[in-house]
């Protein structure tokens, strides 16, 4: 059974059950095997592709499982930076003309904040342990700090000239920032926030590197940091620890990303003939020949296990990389026409669960993220909407929340005493008549059925939202 077939699969059970009088466990076992057979999946099932149109003001999602574009989403103005959280339930955009940053909830497509922060924003890092996202400042020569809990700056940096691409480490202790404008690195303290050291990349041989793309790879005690110097053809590897040189190996002309497939193998993409060199940086040297990308290449990511690599070319080109095999496989064209989808960063999600109706995110909808949908439907706000939430920032609960549709009975209206019960019960488990008893505008034409309610809520907020 492909991948394709097992979610038709559980479509095909959740739109039986939906229509058939079970009680709440019949349906919850049905739902349970369906579920059991996605889980034993490859993580690749499902991973997600969000390209950034710089001239479109848009990012594009491309749905690997499908293999096809499945939506667009408004962005601000020349979004380029692509980074998302640990839980890969949130997307955040750098939108280098508008100095702000745009987060875009995986689950539904929506977007649930928009952050000012410094001039010409570029490279994004979201930490792994920490509500922290970083923001290189390409004009201002700034990295700005983000409290994800809040979506605020609470912090900026200052680092190099001309930062661009951001790298973490796996324990998110350290940030490192390319300065593509002085040809060095600066090392984050991510504790303290405060810049603790500065690798240089240039020399006499190698003066204006212009460090764009960075990558740190780990296997076993040893690291390594990776700088592709997008004016000299050449990838510059450090150790990660003491930050000492250890290789310097040649690539193509204006390498521009790096992809990690694992820490013995990371793709560059080499933009100006548009190929992909794999190299070592513990052997530091090439792996093989390059592989031959669209022209145009200018945008490169790989999943998060490594099993497949996406590139973005220009106009509007996307191909597929098998990791194993190094094969390239065209995709089909962006659609919309050409968009220039100058993307940097990782861009590749696969989020493990999706409902944009957690709002606790706690990887569930139930009866904490009801309790907060009626507060918010009934006019509570600040403390009020949050109490009993202590880990919720009550700014940031409301702002989600105001992002969402939450018309559960389609009737152009969200109350409190009818799209919050039918939300509360659907948490819940509640199917057929006793979903949509006394919970609508049955004076509405159009009003949605039991049916369409539960199929409304898996298709406008995420195919994990219902029990």
């Known amino acids: 059974m492909t991948v394709f077939d097992s979610a038709l699969a559980l479509s095909r059970i959740r739109r039986r059950l939906n229509i058939c009088p079970h009680p709440r466990s019949t349906r919850k076992s049905f739902l349970w095997v369906a579920l059991s057979v996605l889980s034993a999946l490859p993580l690749a099932a499902k991973p997600y592709s969000f390209i950034a149109l710089h001239d479109q003001n848009k990012v594009a999602i491309?749905?690997?499982?499908?293999?096809?574009?499945?939506?667009?989403?408004?962005?601000?103005?020349?979004?380029?930076?692509?980074?998302?959280?640990?839980?890969?339930?949130?997307?955040?955009?750098?939108?280098?003309?508008?100095?702000?940053?745009?987060?875009?909830?995986?689950?539904?497509?929506?977007?649930?904040?928009?952050?000012?922060?410094?001039?010409?924003?570029?490279?994004?890092?979201?930490?792994?342990?920490?509500?922290?996202?970083?923001?290189?400042?390409?004009?201002?020569?700034?990295?700005?700090?983000?409290?994800?809990?809040?979506?605020?700056?609470?912090?900026?940096?200052?680092v190099g000239n001309q930062p661009a691409g951001l790298a973490m480490t796996p324990t998110g202790d350290r940030l490192f920032v390319a300065n593509a404008g002085d040809g060095t690195v600066s090392v984050i303290d991510t504790a303290s926030n405060t810049v603790v050291?500065?690798?240089?990349?240039?020399?006499?041989?190698?003066?204006?590197?212009?460090?764009?793309?960075?990558?740190?790879?780990?296997?076993?005690?040893?690291?390594?940091?990776?700088?592709?110097n997008n004016n000299a053809g050449k990838v510059s590897v450090f150790d990660g620890a003491t930050y000492?040189?250890?290789?310097?190996?040649?690539?193509?002309?204006?390498?521009?990303?790096?992809?990690?497939?694992?820490?013995?193998?990371?793709?560059?993409?080499?933009?100006?003939?548009?190929?992909?060199?794999?190299?070592?940086?513990?052997?530091?040297?090439?792996?093989?020949?390059?592989?031959?990308?669209?022209?145009?290449?200018?945008?490169?990511?790989?999943?998060?296990?490594?099993?497949?690599?996406?590139?973005?070319?220009?106009?509007?080109?996307?191909?597929?990389?098998?990791?194993?095999?190094?094969?390239?496989?065209?995709?089909?064209?962006?659609?919309?026409?050409?968009?220039?989808?100058?993307?940097?960063?990782?861009?590749?999600?696969?989020?493990?669960?999706?409902?944009?109706?957690?709002?606790?995110?706690?990887?569930?909808?139930?009866?904490?993220?009801?309790?907060?949908?009626i507060r918010y439907l009934a006019g509570l706000r600040g403390s009020a909407l949050v109490s009993g939430f202590p880990a919720l920032d009550a700014t940031a609960a409301q702002s989600l929340l105001a992002s969402l549709n939450l018309d559960a009975d389609g009737d152009g209206q969200s109350y409190a005493s009818t799209d919050g019960i039918l939300l509360s019960r659907a948490a819940s488990g509640v199917v057929a008549a006793a979903l949509i008893a006394n919970a609508r505008n049955t004076g509405f034409v159009g009003v949605r059925d039991a049916t369409g309610t539960l199929n409304w809520i898996e298709t406008t907020h995420g195919a994990d939202c219902l029990p």
């Open 197 to 228: 050291s500065t690798i240089t990349v240039s020399d006499a041989s190698n003066p204006k590197p212009r460090p764009y793309a960075l990558a740190f790879v780990s296997v076993g005690g040893a690291n390594r940091l990776l700088v592709a």
């Open 62 to 158: 491309y749905d690997h499982a499908l293999s096809s574009w499945i939506a667009t989403v408004t962005v601000g103005t020349a979004p380029m930076g692509v980074a998302s959280d640990a839980s890969q339930r949130n997307v955040f955009i750098s939108n280098h003309s508008a100095n702000s940053v745009t987060i875009i909830r995986t689950a539904n497509r929506s977007v649930a904040a928009t952050i000012p922060v410094g001039s010409r924003p570029l490279g994004i890092a979201v930490s792994p342990v920490q509500p922290r996202a970083y923001v290189a400042n390409f004009g201002a020569a700034t990295v700005s700090v983000i409290d994800t809990a809040t979506n605020t700056v609470i912090l900026t940096i200052n």
């Open 244 to 373: 000492a040189p250890t290789a310097t190996i040649p690539v193509g002309p204006h390498p521009t990303a790096l992809a990690v497939v694992n820490p013995n193998k990371v793709y560059v993409l080499n933009s100006f003939n548009s190929t992909v060199t794999p190299i070592d940086p513990f052997a530091g040297a090439a792996l093989a020949s390059p592989i031959a990308a669209p022209s145009g290449a200018i945008a490169l990511a790989t999943s998060s296990d490594g099993s497949l690599a996406a590139i973005a070319a220009y106009p509007n080109k996307f191909a597929v990389i098998n990791t194993t095999t190094n094969a390239v496989t065209a995709g089909p064209l962006v659609s919309g026409g050409p968009n220039a989808p100058v993307t940097i960063g990782n861009f590749i999600v696969n989020p493990p669960f999706e409902c944009a109706l957690d709002i606790n995110n706690d990887n569930a909808f139930n009866g904490q993220d009801a309790i907060l949908i």
